[in-house]
C-alpha cells in the first residue's frame, strides 16, 4: 500500500528476473498499467500482460485506482485530473524517475493519455484497449455507460440477475461495483472532468498502439483518434467485444510486443508463456 495524493493505493511492482530491455534509443521504460474504470481492476493486467512485460526485462508498476479494488475510496476526487495527479504522485512516490511504458484498460487508456498529455517528455510509449484519449466524443460515452451502470448495478435484482446468467464471481464483482458508484461521486464527478486542450493532446509525440475489438462500438473513434495522433497504429480484433484484453490475452500480447519492437525500437521476443 502506497500513499500518494492524499490516499492510500494499493499497488504492487515487478521487477524484471532477468537483464533490462535494451532500449538502443535511451534506458529501459517503467511498465505502468493502468485499469479500467468501475467493475475493473488491476487484476486485469496482471492476469494477461504483467508478467511478460516484467520477464521480457520492462520494470512494471500496476495499481488499482482510486475507489477501486483494494484502494482507499474517498467519496468525492473522481474527475480525470484527480486519477492523473494520483499517477504522477505514486510515481514520485515510488521513486520511478525515467522513461514511461503506459498502458491502458477501456478509462486507463485515458488516463494514460491525460498523463502523457501534462508529461509528454516523460512518456516513451502508449498502448490502449478499447479507449481513447480524454476528447468530447468519448467522454459522452463514458457518461453514458455511467448512467446506465449506476441505475442498475445498485439494485438488488439486478446483481442477482447477473449471478444466475454469470455466476458468483460476477455478482460480487457487481454488487462491489454498485456499492462503489451508491458510496462516491464518481459517476457525477467523471463525466464532467474538464478536458486537456486539443493542442496538448496533439503534442503528444510518443508512438501509439490502440487496440479494439470488432465487434465493440469504441471501433468507431479510431478514425478520430488517428486523426489527433497520427502515429497511432490501430489494430482490431475481429469477433471481440469491449472485453477484449480478458478474452484473448494472447493476441494482445503479441500485437503489443510486436510493437514494442517495430514502433518504439526496444529490443524485446515474443513472451513464450502467458
Request: proline content about 8%; charged content about 20%.
Amino acid at each position: 500500500m502506497v500513499r500518494a495524493n492524499g490516499i492510500t493505493l494499493h499497488t504492487q511492482r515487478l521487477d524484471p528476473p532477468g537483464p533490462a530491455v535494451d532500449g538502443r534509443t535511451g534506458p529501459t521504460p517503467t511498465a505502468v498499467l493502468i485499469h479500467g474504470m468501475a467493475s475493473d481492476t488491476m487484476a486485469s493486467w496482471y492476469f494477461t500482460l504483467a508478467e511478460p512485460l516484467s520477464r521480457a526485462g520492462f520494470p512494471t508498476v500496476l495499481y488499482d485506482l482510486r475507489g477501486h479494488g483494494r484502494s482507499e475510496r474517498p467519496a468525492t476526487g473522481y474527475a480525470l485530473g484527480d486519477f492523473v495527479d494520483d499517477l504522477a504522485a505514486l510515481l514520485a512516490a515510488l521513486e520511478v524517475d525515467g522513461p514511461l511504458l503506459l498502458l491502458g484498460n477501456s478509462f486507463g487508456g485515458t488516463i494514460a493519455f491525460g498523463y502523457a498529455a501534462r508529461h509528454p517528455d516523460r512518456v516513451a510509449g502508449i498502448v490502449t484497449v478499447e479507449s481513447a484519449p480524454p476528447i468530447p466524443e468519448w467522454m459522452s460515452r463514458v457518461r453514458q455507460r455511467l448512467a446506465r451502470v449506476a441505475a442498475r448495478l445498485p439494485r438488488a435484482e439486478t446483481v442477482t440477475e447477473i449471478g444466475a446468467r454469470r455466476g458468483r464471481v460476477a455478482a460480487q464483482r457487481a454488487a462491489e461495483t454498485g456499492r462503489m458508484l451508491t458510496d462516491t461521486s464518481l459517476a457525477q464527478e467523471l463525466p464532467a472532468s474538464p478536458l486537456p486542450t486539443t493542442e496538448a493532446l496533439a503534442a503528444i509525440g510518443c508512438p501509439v498502439l490502440c487496440l479494439y475489438g470488432g465487434d465493440s462500438a469504441v471501433m468507431e473513434l479510431a478514425p478520430t483518434v488517428r486523426g489527433l495522433l497520427p502515429q497511432t497504429r490501430v489494430a482490431v480484433l475481429p469477433d471481440q467485444k469491449h472485453t477484449v484484453l480478458i478474452d484473448r490475452p494472447e493476441e494482445i500480447r503479441r500485437l503489443v510486443f510486436t510493437w514494442l519492437a517495430e514502433d518504439c525500437s526496444l529490443d524485446v521476443s515474443q513472451p513464450t508463456t502467458a
